[in-house]
């Protein structure tokens, strides 16, 4: 449960980033996996937010 939250913050953290800096922004879009790389966040949540990229193509 814990890790689930860890995860919620730092998705929050990088959606929030996302919206501010245009060149993370393009960079997490054209290759998330390069970006996801960087955070300690769970394979599932990494899934998450490709899939939300993936919407938003």
């Known amino acids: 449960m814990e ?7 730092i998705v929050g953290d990088i959606l929030l980033k996302a919206a501010s800096e245009p060149d993370f922004r393009r960079l997490l879009l054209t290759e998330p996996s390069k970006v ?6 769970s394979p599932e949540a990494k899934s998450i937010i490709k899939n939300v990229i993936d919407d938003f193509k």
């Open 36 to 41: 996801l790389d960087d955070y300690d966040i």
């Open 3 to 9: 890790s689930r939250k860890g995860d919620a913050r």
